[in-house]
Every structure is written in C-alpha cells, then in structure tokens.
C-alpha cells in the first residue's frame, strides 16, 4: 500500500472507532475473543505521542470579534476619523474591484469590514490600506494567486481594485451591551467569549487528533499475528457497506476508493478492514488486561438511558436492526480511550 494512502487509512480508523454504532455491523462480540491469542501488546503504560497544542492567536480572537462587533457599528457608534489607518485596525471601507476595466463579480462592496493583517483578502489588498485616512480613496493594482479557487477565471490575473476607507472601528462598551448578549457587556468580555468559543472548537479537534495518534502509535508499536477470521470478514462486511454507499453520490466503488484513497476498492477494503480488526483486537486486550470491560449492568443502563434520550419505547426499539454487542464494544472502546489518555505521555 502505498505510504500516503496508509497515512490516509490510519487516520479514518477513530472515526469508525467512536461512530460504529450507528453503522450496523454484524453481530461481534469483542469480549468472547481470546485478544491475547491475536496481539502482543506493547508497554502502552510507557508510551508517548506527539499533538500539536491547542493555540488560539489574537489575530484570529480579533477576526470573530470583529465580525461579531461589525453587526452592530456605524460611524456614529464607533468611527475614528482623525486619524491613518494602522495593521490590526478594523476598518469600514467601500471597493470596486475591475479585471481589464470590467467590474468582476464578487469585486463590488459597500461598507465592507475588513481586519488589517488577518490576510481575508488577496495578498496587497490590506496592506495597501495601511496609512490610508478615512475619506481617502486609494487605487490598488493586484494580482489574483494562481491556486485563487473563488472564482477561477480570476486566479493568476492582474485586478485594480479601487478602494474608499469609510472609518476605522473603534470597539466601545456601550455597543456591546446593546447587542443583546447574554452576559456580555464589555468588549473585554466579548473578547473573552470569542476566544471561549475558538477553544472549545479547536479542543473538540484536539481530543480527535489525541485518540487518532495514540490508536496510530499502538498499531505501530504492537505485535499481530494472523487475524481472526471471523472478525476481520465481519468488517469486510462493515467496510463494503461504506465503500458502496458512495454509489448515492454518483460514484462507483472503485472511483471512490481511487479518488480518495488511491486504490481500488477491494484493496481497501480488504486493508481497512484488516487495521480496523488490528484496532478491535488491540482495545480488547488492552481492556481485558486493565479491566476496563463493559458488565451486562452497565450496557443495559447505558442503553436505557440512550433509548431515553431517543424518545424511544424501548431500548429493543431504539437498536432496530443494530446490535447491542456493537454498543458494548463502543462504551469499551471509550472506555480504554479515557484509561490510556490519561496514562500516555502526550508531548
């Protein structure tokens, strides 16, 4: 298999992992196979991976404030008009943009917010903004980049955009407590609300990018022998079914596996559901050794409360056609996640 598509391969694997569910797989009862007979784990108590941090920039905090702020500004409320327009300020401007003296679609606003430096617009644009004073009018010679996806009849042509600074935004107290938000009243608290937000957003992709990586290291690290037969023609089954859905999209399942994976569809099949086997076999030892199994009380519970949740008569209703066992080896799964999350060194 080629390397780009192994990489591709390993990262689709937690998404199976925590979303199984919901996708009926034949019945598979992790708990009754012998795991140890099929993997050797290796000393996950002493391993490490590497994921990059979460990082929220003030450049990026700003851009969300900003589109928040701008709803509710006018010159009244919030211009500055004394004085040049500086890198990091928010400013109201107007702008024409042509392509050989014709006006290009999408290149015409009318009191238009931008944030200098936050780099939304094509390179030279807010660059050529800064020392501008409100009232003036600049004219700006640009070019589209070549890779400009928008619109492709512009990508890699010269553009003269003509561009009016209106004012400079000043953020002020007494506009955001009238924007009706809940608990904000101040820019600093809207500040802090934005960056809130932009957090919890990255950190939902960061516990991704953690689970993805310690499943990647484990499957490295461990040590496979021949696969269960039984299970690994059970996520054939599981993983056909996805491959062959694309066909609701106008594709074939080779067209599919090829455009995306880079190779033809009983080849990945037949790879995926192998690491996908790899997967089950390592959590379920790695649950048998840490007694991290899900008892009969706790799936039936669980079930219940999911059931619940659904609206649901019955739990027998709420699974429909879908397994029990696939739930237990989900709430399992979970469950060895949170237990090696907390053990792993993660630089």
Do not use: W
């Not at 795991?35 to 784990?41: E, I, K, R």
């Not at 700003?62 to 004394?82: C, H, K, P, Q, W």
């Not at 042509?98 to 009318?110: E, H, I, L, P, R």
């Not at 991704?208 to 690994?232: D, F, H, W």
Request: overall charge negative.
């Amino acid at each position: 298999m080629k390397k780009k598509a192994a990489s591709i391969l390993a990262a689709v694997l937690t998404a199976a992992l925590f979303t199984g569910c919901g996708q009926s797989k034949e019945e598979n009862a992790l708990r009754d196979l012998d795991a140890d007979n099929y993997v050797t784990l290796c000393d996950y108590q002493n391993m490490s991976v590497n994921v990059e941090p979460i990082i929220v920039t003030d450049s990026e905090r700003d851009f969300y404030v900003m589109d928040t702020y701008s709803r509710f500004a006018t010159l009244e409320n919030s211009g500055i008009t004394d004085r040049p327009a500086e890198n990091g300020d928010a400013v109201n401007i107007d702008y024409v943009g042509k392509n050989d003296g014709v006006a290009f679609d999408g290149g015409t606003a009318s009191g238009a917010f931008l944030l200098l430096g936050s780099h939304s617009y094509i390179e030279g644009f807010e660059e050529g903004l800064v020392g501008v004073r409100p009232g003036e009018t600049v004219v700006l010679n640009l070019t589209f980049p070549e890779n400009y996806n928008n619109n492709r009849e512009l990508a890699g042509q010269a553009v003269e955009f003509t561009v009016t600074v209106n004012y400079i935004v000043e953020m002020r107290d007494d506009v955001v407590a009238s924007m009706g938000l809940q608990n904000i009243n101040t820019v600093a608290q809207l500040q802090q609300n934005i960056y809130d937000r932009l957090y919890a957003s990255k950190e939902s992709d960061y516990n991704k990018s953690v689970r993805n990586a310690i499943m990647m290291a484990l499957m490295e690290q461990c040590t496979y022998g021949e696969l269960p037969e039984a299970l690994l023609e059970n996520n054939k089954v599981y993983v056909s079914r996805t491959v062959n859905s694309a066909a609701e999209y106008g594709l074939d399942a080779d067209t599919y596996t090829n455009t995306f994976f880079g190779m033809d569809a009983d080849t990945y099949i037949n790879n995926y559901a192998a690491e996908l086997t790899k997967q089950d076999i390592t959590l379920q030892a790695i649950a048998n050794k840490e007694d991290l199994n899900v008892s009969d009380k706790e799936l039936k519970d669980t079930l219940e409360k999911y059931a619940e949740e659904a609206g649901a008569g019955s739990v027998e209703e709420f699974l429909g056609e879908n397994s029990a066992e696939e739930y237990r080896n989900s709430l399992m799964m979970q469950k060895v996640m949170d237990y090696l999350i907390d053990h792993i060194q993660i630089q």
